[in-house]
């Protein structure tokens, strides 16, 4: 039977003039944090290890929002809440906007974005709170489809639509791109190296450009001694850093070590480097021979604290030709005038003729974070004064702080309840284990996408990355929660949970074989992550489905948000190092890691507590 779309929710307007808009506004503000924030770094230069630990951070209000869930029970009302946090969401999103272009925006926005993220679990809290007094049983049990397709409306939008954006406007602003081949050569008729004397004419009356030489490098394949080949790559660095180019390490600010530094991190640091990295290729008397560009700007920039970021990197073509220096290039009015060199080398074994395409970008990356954010601020203050006015009004009377104690009390009455339960020590440790690989994954997934290929990664534009997890992994992970909940519904947990964990954490290799092949075609980028999130679609109902059995009993609201603690931290813990992680071990090696960090939620899957039929669906 359907829903009368003209029937009014418990007190006030139908529900759907709030429900589908009040939960797309629930989920956008986690998208932000959990996934825009990955992005966003890791184009403005963020480095790996600095963008998983501080944005797994952000999952603490998810992990301790149980906590103060009873004040905003007891204080004012969930509508008060509501409004609230989404005017406060939407002043974040607008500040963030207005310090993107800032030169310490990386401190000032984590700061913003944490303040994000507690307001984001408040509103969370409140609004499943009005949802439940708002409308009755019958309309509860309607509209939770209905919530959760909205929900991931906003996880379309914050995953793809955003991150497309932000790749639009970055692909069409800032200045023109300039592409360059490279060819290798077994018997070139001219084999001479480009030098700062060949700079073509410069027109400095034309509109602000990149200027690069030659137009193609042509390399002879013969191999040249190893110890000139370095000679020429450590010159090519004193060029660069004598010419206004910042060091690639520079971007990460160093600190001065710590006792924990000293005596753990660096130390665990060493040991996995040495066990585990990648191992450095033996030194031969030959290397490959090696080819130079020049660049420059035609012009200098017209404000003095203006910035040109060029990022260069290998497009197409042959893998045995490689950029081994000159990936970031950064130009002001200082040093605008003065060329910087990117060194191209070939691999020694290569003995024909073949060719690579290198590109050199410099779309404005802060201009089009700083839309994006400005887009998603007016959008908020949308939501905020349009639930003003629809949310439904008088369906709860404002308590008193006076019942503040005796809410506490039963509070805390839950936790003795919760813990007590049968196996809760494997049930717990099974919330923290079962997603261990999933949790690093997530964090490293993006910046191996966007990473250029000289350094491991698969080098797609911003676009083609918010298209590929937004729209084609999104769709897939729908389509695997779909036919989870079917299956299980047919013949319940404890039959599916074994195949679910399978098919949630084994799909995570072809992370393996795409970090080795590094496929150019987004065809199949597309499919290797399509699959993958379909898998973590099927194998998060059985996650879900366990702790819907684990809150069963009186307290079932309270122990479902404790479980959502629990799964959270799980979350948030692991992510934390896995940026470390990657950076001492690279991204192959990485990813084999996190195929073997599945191995501990597989082992407690025999010891949990799930009865037979829990989860059928049962004849009436």
Not at 240 to 263: D, I, M, Y
Not at 274 to 297: H, I, Q, S, W, Y
Request: include cysteine; glycine fraction near 8%.
């Amino acid at each position: 039977m359907g829903f009368d779309m003209t029937e009014k929710s418990t007190k006030g307007r139908s529900p759907w003039w709030w429900i589908p808009s009040l939960y797309y506004a629930e989920g956008l503000p986690y998208a932000i944090v959990m996934y825009i924030t990955v992005v966003m770094y890791k184009k403005m230069g963020v480095s790996n290890a600095e963008i998983a630990l501080y944005t797994s951070w952000l999952y603490l209000p998810w992990v301790i929002k149980p906590f103060w869930s009873p004040i905003v029970d007891v204080l004012k009302t969930k509508r008060f809440w509501v409004l609230a946090m989404q005017f406060l969401i939407g002043a974040a999103l607008g500040s963030i906007a207005l310090t993107i272009p800032l030169p310490n925006f990386f401190k000032i926005t984590i700061g913003i974005f944490w303040l994000m993220a507690f307001s984001s679990a408040t509103h969370d809290i409140a609004a499943d709170g009005l949802y439940m007094i708002g409308l009755d049983q019958h309309q509860q049990a309607w509209f939770v489809g209905i919530r959760s397709t909205f929900y991931r409306f906003a996880m379309l939008t914050g995953q793809g639509l955003l991150i497309i954006l932000a790749g639009l406007i970055e692909s069409n602003s800032g200045l023109d791109s300039v592409e360059l081949k490279a060819y290798s050569d077994v018997s070139p008729d001219v084999y001479t190296m480009a030098t700062v004397e060949d700079m073509p004419s410069i027109d400095d009356t034309d509109e602000l450009s990149i200027v690069s030489w030659p137009d193609e490098v042509v390399i002879d394949a013969e191999p040249i001694l190893t110890t000139k080949a370095d000679s020429i790559k450590a010159a090519v660095k004193a060029w660069n850093l004598a010419h206004g180019q910042p060091k690639e390490e520079e971007l990460v600010k160093e600190e001065s070590p710590t006792w924990w530094s000293v005596h753990v991190s660096d130390p665990l640091k060493q040991t996995l480097k040495n066990r585990f990295g990648e191992k450095p290729k033996p030194v031969l008397e030959k290397a490959g021979n090696v080819g130079v560009l020049f660049f420059r700007l035609n012009k200098a920039p017209e404000k003095d604290d203006e910035e040109v970021v060029i990022t260069f990197g290998r497009n197409t073509g042959s893998k045995n030709i490689n950029l081994v220096e000159g990936t970031r290039f950064v130009f002001t009015r200082e040093n605008w005038d003065q060329p910087a060199m990117a060194l191209i080398q070939l691999d020694p074994k290569l003995d024909q003729r073949e060719f690579a395409t290198f590109e050199a970008n410099s779309g404005n990356i802060v201009l089009s974070w700083s839309v994006t954010f400005i887009v998603l601020f007016a959008l908020f203050m949308f939501f905020a004064v349009y639930h003003l006015f629809v949310l439904p009004k008088d369906v709860e009377e404002e308590r008193k702080q006076s019942s503040l104690l005796e809410f506490m009390k039963n509070f805390f009455g839950t936790f003795k309840d919760f813990f007590t339960k049968e196996k809760i020590g494997i049930s717990i440790a099974f919330l923290l284990l079962y997603r261990l690989g999933e949790s690093q994954l997530v964090k490293l997934a993006a910046p191996f996408i966007l990473d250029a290929q000289e350094a491991g990664g698969l080098g797609l534009t911003t676009q083609e990355y918010g298209f590929i997890y937004g729209t084609v992994g999104l769709l897939m992970l729908t389509v695997g929660g779909i036919l989870g909940g079917f299956a299980a519904a047919k013949h319940g947990l404890k039959y599916w949970i074994w195949w679910m964990a399978i098919a949630m954490n084994i799909p995570n290799a072809v992370y393996i074989y795409m970090s080795s092949a590094l496929p150019t075609s987004t065809f199949v980028v597309a499919f290797c992550v399509g699959l993958e999130q379909f898998g973590y679609g099927f194998g998060f109902t059985a996650y879900m489905l366990y702790m819907i059995s684990v809150a069963e009993g009186k307290f079932k609201t309270a122990h479902y948000a404790l479980c959502t603690g629990f799964m959270a931290l799980g979350m948030m813990i692991p992510g934390m190092i896995s940026g470390w992680i990657q950076e001492i071990v690279g991204y192959q090696n990485f990813f084999i890691w996190v195929v073997l960090a599945t191995i501990p939620g597989f082992l407690l899957i025999r010891y949990l507590p799930i009865s037979a039929d829990f989860g059928k669906k049962q004849d009436v």
